[in-house]
């Protein structure tokens, strides 16, 4: 009897020290936050607001900057200690910001839970419907899947990718054509999925009979890691402006597609793949075209870093050969996008020159702004639409 008191007992202690444990897991999903941030407005306006009340200052950084080509706004501290900041109406986009608190700079909103990673800035985004910024936004449509594949190349290692397929895929049989799109400079396999917006862009353009339905391959460019921080036995390393234009990431692409046509149900022709890439990304789509010729027949530049790659490189000698050469094996689309902000805009301006002096044919997009993701989204979306038509 004893014993059964006993027991009963500590299955009632047990019982209330679970419950005390849970209530202190979730005490999160009873926490207030103190104030709204962002509140988007019927008129497209935004209000972004930060409790701070010992900062001395607050600035706010963003993309919808009225007039500031440093993209900084002032910020206005109430009596309660919260620094607000209204906008002017604002066109439908996905927009970014984050704070800049006392000298510490990029802090991020911890009233917004939407929060993106680009090289090793955080920044919180939030999106105006009503428009582009749709496109951007989970719509009710039929979604495609992203995948994390772990793919072997030949330097003798395996190299994390990530791979869109499109929402029929796993129920069909169909063979589907392939974009290889790559990221910039301190980028890797996770930047067009978080900050591209790519499954949100292909979901909604797909649906509206806009986009062929396509496999998309992202891969990371950077041949030093093999895999974004944190995925791989690389370790814990911090993010940093990595890369690779010595010629190792050329020179491995011919495994990458390789194993993708052994491993997915492509269309293993030139006709059917394309390869686009933004900045550092958009050198690599140039180089690794005239290299493979007979690769693609759809390339896309965007922002690209044309004029970087390293003296003395084979892959990156005989320029004006190895373009000649994939010309008169004739092309589907070689498409050229830039903001005409962009630092690389000159560069991008002399190598038209050599396009045309050479009578190339090419199709040519200026935007505004400079080398910013607002523009690669748009690019992205534009480009995706002229594919295997």
């Not at 005239?290 to 320029?319: H, N, Q």
Request: with cysteine; aromatic share 12%.
């Amino acid at each position: 009897m004893k014993h059964s008191l006993f027991t009963s007992f500590c299955l009632l202690m047990l019982s209330i020290l679970v419950g005390i444990s849970q209530l202190s897991a979730q005490q999160n999903l009873w926490q207030k936050r103190s104030v709204v941030s962002p509140e988007i407005g019927a008129d497209g306006s935004v209000t972004i607001r930060l409790y701070a009340p010992a900062a001395q200052s607050v600035v706010l950084n963003g993309d919808f900057a009225e007039g500031s080509k440093s993209g900084q706004m002032t910020m206005i501290r109430n009596d309660e200690g919260v620094w607000e900041y209204r906008s002017e109406p604002l066109a439908s986009e996905l927009y970014c910001y984050w704070f800049s608190v006392d000298g510490i700079d990029h802090v991020v909103d911890p009233s917004n839970s939407y929060v993106m990673r680009d090289v090793g800035s955080q920044m919180n985004y939030f999106i105006i419907p009503g428009g582009r910024g749709d496109l951007y936004a989970a719509q009710r449509v039929p979604h495609g899947t992203l995948s994390r594949v772990w793919c072997p190349v030949n330097d003798g290692r395996e190299r994390r990718m990530t791979i869109y397929t499109p929402a029929d895929y796993e129920e069909s049989t169909s063979r589907y054509p392939v974009l290889y799109l790559l990221h910039g400079m301190g980028g890797d396999e996770e930047a067009w999925v978080a900050t591209g917006r790519v499954a949100e862009i292909m979901d909604n353009l797909i649906a509206q009979g806009k986009a062929e339905p396509m496999i998309i391959v992202m891969t990371n460019g950077c041949t030093k890691h093999v895999a974004a921080p944190g995925y791989s036995h690389e370790g814990m390393w911090a993010p940093y402006m990595s890369g690779s234009m010595d010629g190792s990431f050329e020179a491995m692409f011919p495994s990458i597609v390789e194993w993708i046509d052994s491993n997915y149900r492509t269309i293993a022709e030139r006709e059917s793949r394309a390869i686009a890439g933004l900045s550092m990304g958009g050198f690599h789509s140039m180089q690794i075209s005239k290299e493979y010729p007979d690769m693609f027949s759809y390339v896309g530049l965007f922002s690209a870093a044309i004029f970087r790659g390293k003296e003395g490189v084979a892959t990156y000698d005989d320029l004006e050969a190895k373009l000649e050469r994939q010309f008169n094996m004739g092309l589907s689309l070689y498409w050229i996008a830039i903001g005409s902000e962009d630092f690389l805009y000159d560069e991008n301006v002399k190598y038209r020159n050599l396009l045309d002096a050479k009578g190339y044919k090419y199709e040519y997009c200026e935007s505004g702004d400079g080398h910013v993701w607002r523009n690669w989204r748009i690019y992205l979306a534009d480009f995706s639409q002229m594919l295997f038509r």
